[in-house]
C-alpha cells in the first residue's frame, strides 16, 4: 500500500487495477450516457454535395462585370437536385440546397437588390471570394472518417452525429453493475416506526443508490444491510462481487473493534490500493481491487464522508470502468464567498451552495459560499449544498478551488 498525497493519486492507482466491460448493440434511443465501444465511420461525406451556406443567388464571379440587372434563370432549393446554371444568368439558392455545376459564389439576397425575374449586386456583393457562401462537400468529414472514437461518452450532441451518418444503433460497453453494502446495528429503514434514539435512517444508502441510478452506464445490482457481524459482512461482500463489477461499502472501515471492512478484505484475494487518505471528511476510506479487476470502495460511515467520499471516488472510478477514454474530472473552478478558515495539513471538501447573481462580481470564476457544518455527521447542511469544493493541504480563503456538484 502507498501513501497517496492527493486523491487524484490514490483514484489513478487504483483505477489501473479496475477491468473493462464487455460490449453489445444498442439502438440509438438508449444510448445517452453510454460509452462508444468502436468508433462511428461516416457512411458517406458530409456534407454529400457542395451546398449553399445562405439564401441568395448562385452566381459566376463574371456576373458581377454586369452593369445591369442580372436575369433570374430558376431555382436551387433543399431536397432537389439543382438546375444547370445557365450562362449570364443566376439561380436563387436556398439554404442547404446543392449548388449547381458552373456555380463559383453564392450571393446572400440582402447583397443584392432583388426584382421579380431579376436581381443587381450592392457593392457589398463586389468582394465576394470563390466559394463564397458554399459549403464543400466532405469538407466536415469523408466517407469512412472517424467521427466518434471509441470511449466516448454519448450525449444527445453525438446522437445527432450518429444518426447523421447512418448509425441508428452504436457497439457500447456494457454497464458496470455495481452493488452496495451498508453497514451498522444502529442503521435501519424506520419507514413504518420513529427510530429509537440510539438508531439511525440508512441515509447513506438512499444517497449513493440514487447517485447511482442517475448514472445511465452503471447498473444498481443490490443493496445488502449488514449488523455490525464479520461473518455476515463477508458473507454479503461474498455475494456482491459475484454479481457485481463494482461493491461500495458504508461504514466499518476505521479503527473500532467493529470496523471489519478492512479486515475482511485481504480474504478475497483483493489488494487494498489505499485505506486512509489525507482528506477531510471520508479520511478513512479504503480502495481495493480483486484479481479479476473489481472494484471495492469502503466508505465512511459519516453521512457527509460517505456522501462526498462517493461523488468525489466512485464516479471517476466508474467512468473508467464504463470505458470512458476522458475518464478523469475536469472540475469548474469557483471562487469561495466570504471565506474566514483556517488551512489544515489535509484537503478540505467543503460543502457550499449557490450565491445569488454570482457571475455579477467581476470576478472570472462563479462565487459559492461554504455552507456552514457542523462536520460529517451534519444531513442538514449535506441537504443545503450543491457540492462541494476540494481546498489543498496550507491553503485557506477564496481560491478559485476545484468544485464538484452532486
Ligand atoms: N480512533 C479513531 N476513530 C475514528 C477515526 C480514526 O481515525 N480513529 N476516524 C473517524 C472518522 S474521520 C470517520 S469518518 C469515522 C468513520 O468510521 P466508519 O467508517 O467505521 O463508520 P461507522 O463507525 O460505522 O459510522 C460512523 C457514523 O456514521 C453513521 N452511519 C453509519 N452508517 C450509516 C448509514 N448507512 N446511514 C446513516 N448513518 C450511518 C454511524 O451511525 C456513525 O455515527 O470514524 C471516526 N472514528
Ligand atoms: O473525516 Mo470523517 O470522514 O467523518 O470526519
Known amino acids: 500500500m502507498t501513501d497517496f498525497n492527493h486523491p487524484n493519486r490514490a483514484i489513478d492507482a487504483l483505477a489501473e ?4 466491460r464487455e460490449t453489445h448493440q444498442l439502438e440509438s434511443d438508449q444510448l445517452v450516457g453510454r460509452v462508444l465501444a468502436s468508433d462511428v465511420l461516416a457512411d458517406r461525406d458530409s456534407p454529400a454535395a457542395d451546398v449553399s451556406a445562405m439564401d441568395g443567388y448562385a452566381i459566376r464571379l463574371s456576373d458581377f462585370g454586369s452593369r445591369s440587372a442580372v436575369p433570374i434563370a430558376g431555382e436551387c432549393v433543399a431536397g432537389e437536385a439543382p438546375p444547370p446554371m445557365i450562362p449570364n444568368a443566376v439561380l436563387r439558392i436556398f439554404t442547404g440546397a446543392v449548388v449547381p455545376d458552373g456555380c463559383e459564389a453564392v450571393v446572400k439576397r440582402e447583397d443584392t437588390i432583388e426584382h421579380e425575374h431579376s436581381i443587381e449586386f450592392l457593392s457589398s456583393a463586389r468582394n465576394a ?13 469523408k466517407t469512412n472518417d472517424c467521427v466518434l472514437a471509441a470511449g466516448s461518452l454519448v450525449t444527445p450532441a453525438s446522437i445527432a452525429t450518429m444518426v447523421n451518418f447512418g448509425s441508428y444503433s452504436a457497439n457500447v460497453f456494457d454497464q458496470v453493475r455495481v452493488s452496495l453494502i451498508t453497514t451498522g446495528n444502529e442503521v435501519d429503514r424506520f419507514e413504518q416506526e420513529s427510530p429509537r434514539p440510539w438508531q439511525l435512517r440508512n441515509s ?12 445511465a452506464s452503471v447498473r444498481f445490482i443490490d443493496h445488502h444491510h449488514c449488523r455490525d457481524d464479520r461473518f ?4 454479503s461482500l461474498e455475494k456482491c462481487l459475484s454479481e457485481s463489477d463494482a461493491v461500495f461499502l458504508t461504514g466499518g472501515v476505521s479503527q473500532g473493534d467493529y470496523d471489519y471492512v478492512p479486515k475482511i478484505i485481504p480474504g478475497f484475494g483483493a489488494e487494498i490500493v489505499f485505506h486512509g487518505l489525507p ?18 470502495l469502503g466508505l465512511p460511515g459519516n453521512p457527509v464522508s ?13 467512468a473508467k470502468m464504463s470505458g470512458q477514454n476522458d475518464w478523469r474530472e475536469h472540475p469548474p473552478q469557483v471562487r469561495l464567498h466570504d471565506s474566514a478558515s483556517k488551512s489544515l495539513p489535509l484537503h478540505v471538501m467543503r460543502l457550499v451552495r449557490h450565491v445569488e447573481n454570482s457571475f455579477e462580481q467581476g ?23 450543491i457540492g462541494f469544493v476540494e481546498i489543498p493541504p496550507g491553503h485557506s480563503g ?7 456538484a452532486w
Do not use: Y
Open 363 to 385: 470576478k472570472e470564476n462563479a462565487v459559492v459560499a461554504a455552507v456552514p457544518s457542523l462536520g460529517s455527521g451534519d444531513l442538514v447542511s449535506l441537504g443545503q449544498s
Open 279 to 296: 482528506i477531510r471528511p471520508g479520511k478513512p476510506i479504503l480502495g481495493a481491487a480483486t484479481r479479476a479487476g473489481k472494484l471495492i
Open 129 to 141: 471570394s470563390p466559394g463564397e457562401h458554399i459549403r464543400r462537400a466532405g469538407e466536415n468529414a
Open 232 to 235: 455476515s459482512l463477508a458473507e
Open 17 to 20: 487495477r479496475l477491468l473493462r
Open 204 to 215: 447513506n444508502a438512499a444517497a449513493i443508490e440514487s447517485m447511482l441510478r442517475s448514472i
Open 398 to 404: 477564496e481560491g478559485p478551488w476545484p468544485f464538484f
Open 306 to 318: 460517505a456522501t462526498v467520499g462517493a461523488r468525489r471516488f466512485a464516479r471517476p472510478l466508474l
